[in-house]
C-alpha cells in the first residue's frame, strides 16, 4: 500500500510537533517558570516551482516530497547543521535572503526547489519563501538553514 503526504499535511504535523515540543519542555515538577524558545522557524523544502502554484495557495502545497524540519536555538536543535543554521541566522538578524552566498559549482540543470520558513526570530515573525533553480542553488544561498538531511 502507497501513502501520500501532502504538504499541508506536513506542515501540519511539523506545527503540531512543534507545539507538544513547547508544552512538553518543562517537566512537571520545576519550579522555575520556563519560557517556549523565542527562536525558531518550521522549515520545508518541496520539490517545484512556487509560481506554478495557483494564486491563494501556499508553496510547496503540489506534489512531490516535502522535506522539512522544525529549527529552535537556545540550544541550537532541530537538524544536523543546528548550531550553524543558528549561527548563520544571528549574524543576518534572522534574514535569510542576507545570508551571503557561498562560491558553490553548481549544474546548470532546471529542477526548481521551493523553501519555505515560518516562525518567530528575535521576537519578530519570519516568513520566508524563494523558488530556486536546483538543490545545489539552494544550499549555496541558504547556508546551513535548509541544511538538516545534507552536508552543510
Known amino acids: 500500500m502507497t501513502h501520500t503526504l501532502t504538504a499541508g499535511a506536513a506542515r501540519a504535523g511539523l506545527l503540531a510537533a512543534a507545539a507538544l515540543l513547547f508544552t512538553c519542555a518543562a517537566p512537571a ?5 520556563r519560557r517556549p524558545a523565542a527562536d525558531w522557524l518550521l522549515l520545508t523544502v518541496t520539490p517545484g516551482d512556487a509560481r506554478a502554484h495557483a494564486p491563494g495557495t501556499r508553496p510547496g502545497t503540489g506534489t512531490g516530497a516535502t522535506r522539512g524540519a522544525l529549527l529552535l536555538c537556545d540550544p541550537p536543535r532541530g537538524h544536523a547543521h543546528a548550531a550553524r543554521a543558528c549561527a548563520d541566522l544571528d549574524a543576518t538578524d534572522g534574514r535569510i535572503d542576507a545570508i551571503p552566498a557561498r562560491d558553490a559549482h553548481c549544474p546548470m540543470v532546471h529542477a526548481p526547489v521551493t523553501a519555505h520558513a515560518s516562525g518567530r526570530w528575535r521576537g519578530q515573525p ?3 519563501t524563494r523558488t530556486f533553480p ?14 538538516w538531511d545534507r552536508e552543510g
Do not use: K
Open 29 to 33: 515538577h520545576a519550579t522555575a517558570e
Open 126 to 128: 519570519v516568513d520566508y
Open 134 to 147: 536546483n538543490a545545489c542553488v539552494l544550499a549555496a544561498s541558504t547556508g546551513a538553514v535548509f541544511a
